[in-house]
């Protein structure tokens, strides 16, 4: 009824080995979180980052030494 779905070809599927003890699971789960957890801090440090620059951008520094904020 449907000739389209037969003429894909069969892609090997990648297979769990048959045993995987649950300590390898835990330890990839905390490896999981921990690199999930660094690229968190990495993020709001790269926000931290933008906003220091956009405020930067937003000061024209006078010749009196003062600062002066232009909202544009």
Do not use: A, C, W
């Not at 995987?20 to 789960?29: A, F, G, H, L």
């Not at 220091?52 to 904020?69: A, C, L, P, Y």
């Amino acid at each position: 009824m449907y000739p389209h779905r037969n003429s894909h070809p069969n892609y090997p599927v990648q297979s769990m080995p048959e045993f995987v003890d649950s300590q390898q699971i835990t330890q990839r789960m905390t490896m999981l979180e921990n690199q999930l957890g660094r690229l968190i801090q990495l993020m709001e440090q790269n926000n931290k980052l933008l906003r220091k620059m956009e405020q930067q951008q937003n000061r024209v520094v006078t010749s009196g030494g003062g600062s002066v904020i232009v909202r544009m």
